[in-house]
């Protein structure tokens, strides 16, 4: 008698390592094209592959109904037998008798190409394996489960890791993918130029200081800003040769105006010839003097409330005065846009800081417009930094 349980316990248990050996190990596809369609067509199969777990309560009370139903039941003796046999064993052990139909476990895992997540995932899966296996001969040895925990263990364990490790890397928002090709692109498939503007911008490139002239981009962006805020009155704080003027003037009506405001004639005489050949002339008013000064000096011709759109682009330590009386003349609904909110990056440098004026002033006023609850601000990668005012 005892060398017979011993022969069966031996052959359940070269059953069970049959059983475990033939479960398949999961194959690990590394998606190199992260394409959404083939992401998709993932997702959909999950959830294919998890639907019969949210049937398996309902089949199981079916199944109990059958058993315990014995004066309706047509199955034959010796299928009801075995079947209450079966069912009291997992309701004793708390284990539920799974279906014969429940699907085939997945055996491939398709991942995003992260170098960290294929590491753990290829990880995990081989160690979940190797408990699995031993989990299923210590069961099956023990008689702790039926034989169904054997079939179906390795395929809720793979779901498992499946549905936690299958997800798409994580998208950083902080980041872009600018490159000087790609701007290039963006340049000469957006930018459209009048035979004024193009002749401006080739002879400011050989100035001496041409690292002072507007961006194409954030030019055409200000063209763009014109038409939809129907703008009629605009000041340029900072002129240099005029290329921001000019492409501002050529936005606004046949009425409309541009106070370009400078402080010498050196480099606006410069943008003359261009303003004049653009046909955009008489729209811009040249006003020589400090900023400061000539801003208050249109508060007090009555323009306070009346402008559409100031731009900002001058010496930077007089950026906070201009911004506070910016704010006295801009319309509601109307924008103020700051030039160079990044210098070239140097916010960040602690040394910069300290010792350049011009970060230092930037830096202090893009602190103070993200605290100020007068206005509604954002902060655009555009040229050097571009951020946008408007009150709320």
Same mark, same amino acid.
Request: hydrophobic fraction near 35%; include cysteine; charge should be positive.
């Given at each position: ?227 939809? +805020? @129907? &703008? !009629?009155?605009?000041? %340029?704080?900072? #002129? ?9 003037? *050529?936005? $606004? ?111 202090? +006023? @893009? &602190? !103070?417009?993200?605290? %100020?609850?007068? #206005? ?9 930094? *571009?951020? $946008?005012?408007?009150?709320?």
């Amino acid at each position: 008698m005892v060398q017979s349980q011993q022969q069966q316990q031996t052959e359940n248990n070269d059953q069970c390592k049959k059983r475990s050996a033939n479960q398949e190990e999961p194959t690990i596809i590394i998606d190199n094209d992260n394409n959404n369609t083939q992401q998709q067509q993932q997702q959909q199969q999950s959830r294919d592959d998890l639907l019969p777990v949210h049937q398996l309560k309902k089949q199981r009370n079916n199944n109990n109904t059958v058993h315990n139903n014995t004066n309706t039941t047509k199955k034959s003796k010796s299928q009801k037998n075995s079947t209450t046999s079966s069912s009291s064993f997992s309701k004793h052990n708390n284990i539920p008798d799974y279906p014969a139909s429940f699907p085939p476990p997945p055996t491939t895992i398709v991942v995003n190409n992260n170098d960290n997540v294929n590491r753990i995932l290829k990880e995990s899966v081989i160690k979940m394996n190797v408990k699995i296996r031993q989990i299923n001969e210590m069961r099956y040895r023990d008689h702790k489960a039926p034989a169904p925990i054997l079939k179906y263990s390795l395929l809720y364990s793979t779901l498992l890791l499946y549905l936690k490790m299958n997800l798409p890397e994580k998208y950083d928002a902080t980041k872009t993918n600018i490159t000087s090709q790609l701007y290039k692109y963006l340049i000469d498939q957006s930018v459209k130029l009048v035979p004024a503007q193009k002749e401006l911008v080739e002879f400011t490139q050989t100035h001496s200081k041409n690292m002072m002239l507007s961006s194409l981009d954030q030019c055409s962006f200000f063209q763009f800003l014109m038409k939809i +805020l @129907n &703008a !009629k009155t605009t000041i %340029d704080v900072g #002129v240099f040769t005029g290329y921001s003027s000019l492409s501002v003037a *050529l936005a $606004l009506p046949k009425d409309g105006k541009v106070y370009a405001l400078d402080v010498s004639t050196e480099f606006t005489d410069l943008a003359l010839p261009y303003w004049e050949k653009a046909g955009v002339r008489e729209k811009i008013e040249l006003i020589i003097a400090p900023a400061a000064e000539s801003l208050q000096k249109l508060l007090d011709q009555g323009k306070a409330g009346t402008i559409d759109f100031i731009f900002i682009d001058a010496d930077k330590p007089g950026y906070d005065v201009y911004y506070e009386l910016g704010l006295k003349l801009i319309r509601n609904g109307g924008i103020i846009a700051f030039d160079n909110v990044l210098q070239d990056g140097r916010v960040l440098d602690e040394e910069q800081l300290k010792t350049n004026e011009n970060v230092a002033a930037i830096n202090k +006023l @893009n &602190a !103070k417009l993200f605290k %100020d609850d007068r #206005v509604i601000i954002s902060m655009l990668p555009v040229a050097d930094g *571009l951020t $946008l005012v408007t009150k709320k």
